[in-house]
């Protein structure tokens, strides 16, 4: 699969954009705050009905504009398919595959798969559980709708239990009513940790493995799964636990507590591992993501990777570049600062690419190689 044309009008630095890719390699060049990251966060958005970095639709809206269109011509195994989306204030967006609108957002996530790689990853070390509760989310979401529904109907039953927690005490408080909404939890948080639990067990071997491949082996990485479902049934966890919830007035267990253990030679990568050692990390397991996609799908993603090779070694840099640039990997589309180094990493490797330069909003084509 390929993006052939992108179409953009309105998305943040952007007032008008129309581009044509290389079904290869694409890398775009250019200082920082040019348009670069907003460019590969529209591809995103074609795929995921939302942009990478920005909640909230109005935040991408060009400055003083009141709509955005993004559009995408694509080959999709043998069809053409055509995505728009499009947005209005006060009226919200509409997304459109070959000209006919999508009841639900929902119903086109997985679609055109995507993998992006960006700088903001570093929350998935950094910050919170919920940051990696987020990420199994977004992608298990790609290729399992009953996943993403049961997310959907999870998070509904979990704000209404914990508003009845927060607003119905004494003498209004009901074990019935409460005991109600659990069974709708344990309904859903089973299925759920079954298949975080599926996802994350296929993904360790593949994700230690591009490690070891874009490292040089000189470390050993491992993630594991941490819920309280792996050890206890959720309903008994429920029960358990509903004076404690009475007094804190929110559900203190169930699947929006997992959590992933990222760490590296045995010990905590954000304590013990170095920038370079981190970010070699993040980009083991986005390519591993790639390949699970690729797997279950039988379609390989879009690979969007923005402004990673700071940080790393030339020698990494080459050895990453080298990896995706062989027929394992799709199309894929890159950002980065450093001109010389892009010209460097194209001229040793036998591949199509097109070379752009982004300057202020405006997007140019410098080199091309069929």
């Known amino acids: ?24 390699i694409n890398c775009f060049v250019g200082d920082n705050g040019q348009g670069k990251t907003n460019l590969l966060d529209a591809i995103y958005y074609l795929s995921m009905c939302k942009s990478a970095f920005n909640p909230n639709d109005n935040q991408v809206l060009k ?22 989306c499009g947005f209005k204030q006060a009226e ?5 595959r070959n000209g006919k609108d999508y009841e639900r957002l929902a119903d086109h996530i997985g679609f055109i798969p995507v993998v992006m790689v960006s700088p903001a990853d570093s929350a998935l070390i950094e910050e919170s559980g919920e940051e990696r509760r987020k990420y199994m989310n977004s992608v298990i979401s790609q290729f399992d709708k009953v996943y993403l529904d049961e997310i959907m109907r999870y998070n509904r039953a979990l704000a209404q ?22 069974e709708q939890l344990v309904q859903y948080g089973r299925i759920i940790h079954e298949k975080r639990q599926e996802f994350i067990n296929q993904l360790i071997p593949v994700f230690q493995d591009y490690y070891t491949r874009v490292s040089g082996g000189a470390e050993t990485v491992s993630l594991t799964y941490r819920s309280q479902l792996n050890n206890h049934d959720l309903h008994a966890l429920l029960r358990t636990n509903v004076e404690k919830d009475r007094l804190l007035k929110y559900t203190s267990a169930g699947i929006h507590r997992d959590d ?11 304590r013990e591992g170095s920038q370079g050692q981190q970010k070699t990390y ?23 990777l923005d402004d990673i090779f700071d940080k790393l070694d030339f020698k990494r840099v ?14 894929i ?34 080199m091309e190689r069929s």
């Open 1 to 24: 699969m390929h993006l052939n044309t992108l179409t953009v009008i309105n998305f943040k630095s952007f007032a008008q954009l129309e581009l044509e890719f290389n079904s290869k």
């Open 63 to 84: 400055h003083g504009e009141s709509f955005f269109v993004i559009q995408g011509r694509y080959k999709r195994r043998t069809s053409d398919e055509n995505i728009y």
């Open 92 to 96: 919200g967006k509409v997304f459109r």
């Open 161 to 182: 239990r914990n508003s009845f927690l927060k607003n119905y005490s004494g003498s209004a408080f009901s074990y019935d009513i409460l005991e109600a909404i659990d």
């Open 260 to 270: 992933i253990t990222l760490n590296i030679d045995g010990y905590p990568i954000r």
């Open 282 to 304: 993040l980009i083991a397991l986005k390519l591993a993501q790639f390949d699970f996609l690729s797997s279950v799908s039988e379609i390989k993603p879009l690979l969007l």
């Open 318 to 331: 080459e050895q990453l570049v080298r990896l995706v640039a062989h027929d394992g990997f799709g199309q």
């Open 333 to 366: 589309f890159i950002t980065d600062t450093n001109k010389n180094r892009i010209d460097e990493i194209l001229a040793r490797i036998n591949s199509g690419y097109h070379l752009y330069k982004v300057e202020s909003g405006n997007v140019y084509l410098q």
